[in-house]
């Protein structure tokens, strides 16, 4: 029986098989966001400002009177939020080729099976924030820092044509997390933070 070169790739193409599987981020342990320093709030303040301004986050405000110290940043998110991962698998059986995608990577390119058919797909994410650094008195000589993170997070998909891109956004804070909309496989990933923005800013004021 001869086949014709569209027909040949419909029994090619037109009987993929395969999957996506979503594997949510591991439980983490809650990272502490705030530290005590066994000095003044004078002192710590003092320190602090052109410590930070030697960083990549930009201040946008600064208010000695109550405290408060507002940053804001940009950054691929991948070591600051966790998503957890992406297993792209086609065909069945012990012949099947699998491919793990870290979930919060800021670009990845993969063909997907869906439908029965090979798709080429484009996912973004980008990661950008706010940040409220808050200096207390706790006593004369004890300060009391705060680093809450308000997280932004936006993801682009493209499946085939540029005609056919979603993006989402979601945000969340410090010691929280948020999930997308489900996606055609109904598949819904979450996103959490990792702490390592908290941790990294405390570790700059002493």
């Not at 594997?23 to 530290?35: I, L, S």
């Not at 991962?85 to 995608?101: D, L, M």
């Not at 993170?149 to 540029?162: K, L, N, Q």
Request: glycine share 10%.
């Amino acid at each position: 029986m001869r086949y014709t070169a569209a027909v040949l790739i419909f029994l090619l193409v037109g009987c993929v098989t395969g999957g996506l599987h979503y594997e949510p981020p591991t439980q983490r342990a809650v990272t502490p966001n705030f530290k005590i320093v066994s000095k003044s709030r004078d002192q710590v303040w003092a320190a602090a400002i052109p410590t930070l301004g030697k960083q990549f986050y930009m201040i946008n405000t600064v208010d000695r009177s109550s405290g408060l110290v507002n940053l804001s940043f940009t950054a691929k998110p991948t070591g600051y939020i966790d998503c957890g991962s992406i297993e792209v698998t086609i065909g069945t059986g012990p012949e099947a080729s699998r491919k793990t995608i870290d979930a919060s990577s800021a670009e990845e390119r993969y063909s997907a099976p869906a439908g029965g058919r090979m798709h080429d797909v484009w996912r973004r994410m980008s990661l950008e924030g706010r940040v409220n650094l808050i200096f207390e008195e706790v006593g004369s000589t004890s300060t009391k820092i705060t680093a809450n993170v308000r997280y932004i997070v936006t993801r682009t998909v493209t499946v085939g044509s540029v005609l056919n891109t979603m993006t989402h956004t979601v945000s969340f804070n410090s010691g929280g997390g948020d999930s997308f909309p489900p996606t055609s496989q109904n598949q819904v990933v979450t996103c959490v933070p990792t702490g390592k923005i908290e941790a990294g800013l405390l570790a700059l004021v002493n």
